[in-house]
């Protein structure tokens, strides 16, 4: 989001930050969540590179094609050992994953989002 968006935004009566402000998570709650984006991300994208399909990595590590969805979608309901174990069968890298992180308080690492102040919204009530 540019500057100027932003600006209109807030003006408006909008708050802007990244989504663990706008879901009140604590630093350990952002990167367990940012963890489980990148670990289903890469495991789309090692499955997809190998020419695999969802199926097929599911019989690998002993799972379903359903579960291999919910791995790439980055469900909570997936434990980590089990998006861990598609990823490292797929020929991922634990530093591969880290390595090209931005750290989590980076500006480059956040995802703006907007919600209305709790003040406009007791106006608009």
Do not use: C
């Amino acid at each position: 989001m540019d500057e100027a968006e932003k600006k209109r935004l807030e003006a408006a009566g909008y708050w802007v930050g990244d989504f663990a402000e706008f879901l009140g998570l604590d630093d350990t709650e952002r990167q367990i969540i940012e963890l489980r984006v990148d670990l289903g991300i890469a495991t789309r994208n090692l499955r997809a590179a190998q020419g695999l399909t969802q199926k097929a990595l599911a019989k690998q590590i002993e799972s379903s094609q359903s579960r291999v969805s919910k791995i790439e979608e980055a469900d909570p309901q997936v434990s980590l050992d089990l998006m861990f174990r598609a990823f490292f069968a797929l020929g991922g890298k634990l530093a591969d994953l880290v390595s090209h992180q931005a750290p989590a308080t980076s500006p480059e690492a956040a995802v703006p989002v907007a919600k209305p102040r709790a003040k406009r919204l007791a106006r608009q009530r």
